[in-house]
């Protein structure tokens, strides 16, 4: 996925901006840059590094005193190298995205057959930001690129524009990624996660709208399109990806973790002992389902944070299988002779479920539950980028469907339809396949109200096969 952060202030944004993107690490695990513009010198500053081996702090903080001038973003990735520096009619400008084009091999053919050419490659690949800011040059002003952009993409695309003059921040025209805006005293700053504001003074001002796109100078956020009236804003935000501080549309992460297990704490009869959270996204399902099931919480696994972060993830498979077990340590004293109950995001592949629930056991569990905050994962996403999953037969649900119905895209719709024989048949796959003593999805029903907005706002598309490009 990714996030990104931008400032303009009076006085130099280096701190904000710095801390500012640093507050969305837990978005991505790739790579991260920052520019400033230096009004005085009339040039724009950047550097980008790669973070799979180490952290967004290590990387830049011995750069901060270079990046002089008022305004600045920064992106952190799960994509290509940004930010992109550009000089065009449009005047000088850098840009970041939070982006997946769906479509960016036909979007490429069409502007190489106009006579534009490609200068930032990665891995041999187009950089789908520079790709954007070709677009966007295409318009005779910001606005109508950015239009441009929101007519041709077929996937996802929000960004930050940082101009000699002020940041443009632009929502993806369903706004599946979240544009949250600040102000303090001097300075006003757009962000994927609305937890980089309370440290850094900010005060919530707005969130941007779907396709809207506002001009941000250090006293004002002027709307220079008005917001377009659909929305399906990914709904793993709150599932997975959302720090647990962090508001989307109005809607706190950690408060929509809690409401979703405190709901199937109240209708579950499972007699257990205990109830515990698997670090970190899964914590606060766990606490509203112990609450909801009248059932105390433990400790019965932690995480190891000094050295794994969420944000740190290795590039090769065997080794990501690796640091995900390594990452959380049961804790036997807690476990041993316990009908212990486990909440997690989602089930993926479940390679990382294989081993949680063996070492469970191994370390003395008499039974082991598990509850998952969402419905079964039945489509890729074709969105986000939310799994780097790159097809759909990588989803343990459609190997188990294959199975089942010997093609693994027969009968989808029943499978993802709480109830059905079909989708139990699936569930009870799963639970024997990791030796679980019991398994259960939250529905989509429960997802959805406890998030609170319509479903018709909110992108359930993994879980259900809703598509709206």
């Known amino acids: 996925m990714g996030g990104f952060f931008g400032v303009a202030a009076k006085q130099a944004c280096r701190t904000d901006l710095f801390y500012g993107v640093d507050y969305n690490s837990h978005l991505g695990t790739r790579r991260a840059g920052l520019v400033t513009y230096d009004d005085v010198d009339q040039r724009f500053c950047r550097s980008i590094h790669s973070l799979e081996s180490t952290y967004f702090r290590t990387k830049f903080e011995a750069e901060l005193p270079k990046f002089k001038g008022n305004t600045g973003i920064g992106v952190i990735s799960d994509t290509d190298p940004q930010p992109i520096i550009i000089n065009s009619h449009l005047g000088k400008f850098a840009i970041v995205t939070v982006a997946r084009i769906c479509n960016i091999d036909e979007l490429e053919r069409e502007l190489i057959d106009q006579g534009v050419h490609f200068g930032e490659l990665s891995q041999g690949r187009t950089n789908q930001t520079e790709l954007i800011a070709l677009l966007i040059n295409q318009g005779k002003t910001f606005v109508d690129g950015i239009r441009i952009v929101h007519e041709k993409v077929k996937g996802s695309c929000s960004l930050l524009i940082l101009t000699e003059n002020s940041i443009i921040a632009a929502r993806d025209k369903l706004g599946r990624t979240p544009i949250i805006l600040g102000r303090k005293d001097g300075a006003m700053a757009a962000t994927s996660e609305s937890t980089a504001f309370p440290n850094l003074d900010f005060e919530y001002l707005r969130d941007v709208g779907p396709g809207e796109i506002v001009e941000l100078k250090h006293d004002a956020a002027t709307t220079l399109s008005a917001p377009l009236p659909d929305m399906q804003i990914c709904s793993f935000l709150w599932v997975y990806y959302g720090f647990p501080t962090s508001c989307y549309e109005g809607r706190n992460v950690e408060e929509t973790r ?126 986000l980028n939310f799994t780097s999953s790159k097809s759909d037969m990588e989803l343990l649900t459609r190997r188990i469907i294959e199975e089942l119905e010997g093609d693994p895209e027969k009968n989808l719709d029943l499978y993802a339809t709480t109830g059905s024989p079909q989708y139990e048949a699936l569930v009870e796959k799963i639970r024997e396949r990791f030796g679980l003593t019991s398994l259960k999805f939250n529905p989509i029903e429960t997802l959805v109200e406890s998030i609170g907005l319509p479903k018709c706002r909110i992108c359930t598309h993994c879980f259900d096969g809703s598509s709206h490009f």
């Open 258 to 383: 809690f409401a979703s297990g405190e709901a199937m704490g109240r209708t579950d009869k499972t007699d257990v002992d205990c109830a515990c959270g698997i670090p970190d996204s899964g914590v606060g399902m766990a606490l509203g389902y112990a609450a909801g099931h009248n059932a105390p919480y433990h400790r019965c696994i932690s995480k190891y944070t000094p050295t794994w972060p969420r944000s740190f993830t290795p590039s090769d498979q065997s080794m990501r299988s690796l640091v995900a077990k390594m990452k959380l340590v049961p804790n036997r004293a807690m476990l041993a002779g316990k009908r212990a109950l486990f909440c997690d995001d989602s089930i993926v592949r479940g390679t990382q479920l294989n081993d949680n629930v063996s070492e469970l056991f191994r370390c003395g569990a008499k039974e082991v539950h598990m509850r998952i905050a969402c419905p079964p994962l039945i489509y890729g996403c074709r969105y």
